[in-house]
């Protein structure tokens, strides 16, 4: 789960109210409300009712919709994962008792097998090389150190590569609890809740857009290595970042509008 639940759970509480406090407001059913703090899902009517209980519920309590709405969707996006990637129940089959013993008699016979191919192949290995000296190896020829003139730095160290990026590189570290939203090279946005010790590389050939940062403060990002200013504590929107943005890097750090 993304947390959208605790997240609401958390700012009811701190004000004090219980579901009916609420449901008399709002117009939720006190059951449906512990249904969204604890995101059992299934008790709701269907995804259209639980979306516009969620954005009423989160502006009811003070807290951003779209941030809850975006944490759901993971949620949901999770779930769907989890249904695909559990294994088939096995069909079941009748079990029959004389099949350990069989697996136990042919492991055995195949380790005889392999014992005595490697019993007797060593000992015709050593009937056949019985007395035979093998000459002796030839030595490793010498080979001259280059000089000075031949291209060798004097010091003996060696040059460092640079390292080269294609196309655009975002590298991020998460210092805290981080909510994006993202499109690369035009495509389809993509939400993410990041955590306090994550990384994570969005790489792009033509742009990167940051459509929202929820908690921009909780974020370090470098731009095809080079690290760009903090982009403050307040939620940004529309970030662009375009072969101009990193033309301009290491000059130009500040990614966010003048005011």
């Known amino acids: 789960m993304a947390g959208e639940g605790a997240i609401l759970k958390k700012a009811r509480e701190e004000k004090g109210w219980t579901y009916q406090d609420i449901e008399n407001v709002i117009k939720i059913r006190a059951r449906y409300l512990k249904a969204l703090e604890q995101e059992e899902y299934d008790v709701l009517p269907g995804v259209t009712y639980t979306k516009g209980f969620l954005r009423n519920y ?38 029959f008792w004389f099949k350990p013993l069989v697996i136990v008699l042919f492991a055995v016979v195949v380790i005889g097998i392999i014992y005595g ?38 010091d003996g160290s060696s040059p460092t590569p640079t390292e080269e990026y294609s196309g655009i590189v975002a590298e991020i570290t998460f210092t805290d609890r981080c909510w994006m939203r ?67 890097l290491p000059q130009d750090r500040n990614l966010l509008p003048e005011e």
């Open 58 to 95: 989160a502006k009811y309590l003070g807290l951003d919709p779209e941030e809850i709405i975006g944490l759901y969707n993971i949620s949901r996006q999770q779930e769907v994962e989890n249904k695909v990637q559990m294994p088939p129940k096995p069909v079941g089959q009748k079990a």
């Open 117 to 154: 191919i490697s019993y007797f192949g060593n000992k015709n290995d050593t009937s056949q090389n019985a007395g035979y000296n093998p000459p002796p190896l030839p030595s490793a020829p010498v080979v001259e150190e280059p000089s000075d003139e031949e291209g060798q730095i004097p």
């Open 182 to 248: 993202v499109k690369i090279d035009g495509g389809p946005p993509v939400d993410s809740m990041n955590y306090k010790g994550e990384t994570k590389v969005l790489r792009g050939s033509r742009e990167i857009e940051f459509v929202s940062i929820g908690n921009p403060g909780g974020m370090i990002m470098k731009l095809n290595g080079v690290e760009i200013e903090p982009l403050g504590k307040q939620p940004v929107f529309n970030i662009v970042i375009n072969q101009d943005t990193i033309d301009n």
